[in-house]
């Protein structure tokens, strides 16, 4: 079972960047498809980039370019580095494994996974 806390988010003002960090207390993100979804208030949680076994990664289309998915297996920890934030980037900020260990991704939505950390908040102010 994977256990998962969030660190980093804040506010920024538009242009500026932020990291977000997630550390697996149990288990490890190696073997499992990782991600970083994002629920703003009155939306759905939505998918922002997930990252596979192998280091293949995928984006939304609204932050292609500008965030980048990371994983350090040594530190069991999953990385959002977000630059040229937008205050359309504002929302909560969830990272996630999924429910089951595997080496490929199999879907871009949040229902494939099943272990969440706690959630962080991003302001982008314009």
């Known amino acids: 079972q994977v256990q998962l806390v969030q660190s980093g988010g804040g506010s920024v003002q538009a242009g500026g960047s932020l990291r977000l960090s997630c550390a697996a207390s149990?288990?490890?993100?190696?073997?499992?498809?990782m991600g970083w979804f994002r629920q703003a208030p009155g939306k759905e949680r939505e998918a922002v980039a997930i990252?596979?076994?192998?280091?293949?990664?995928t984006y939304a289309d609204s932050v292609k370019g500008r965030f980048t998915i990371s994983q350090d297996n040594a530190s069991r920890t999953l990385y959002l580095q977000m630059n040229s934030l937008k205050p359309e980037d504002t929302a909560m900020y969830y990272c996630?494994?999924?429910?089951?260990?595997?080496?490929?991704?199999?879907?871009?939505?949040?229902?494939?996974?099943?272990?969440w950390g706690q959630g962080t908040q991003v302001t982008v102010s314009s």
């Open positions: 990252i596979d076994s192998y280091g293949g990664t």
């Open positions: 149990r288990g490890t993100v190696s073997n499992y498809c």
């Open positions: 996630a494994a999924d429910r089951t260990p595997r080496m490929l991704c199999v879907g871009f939505v949040s229902s494939y996974f099943g272990y």
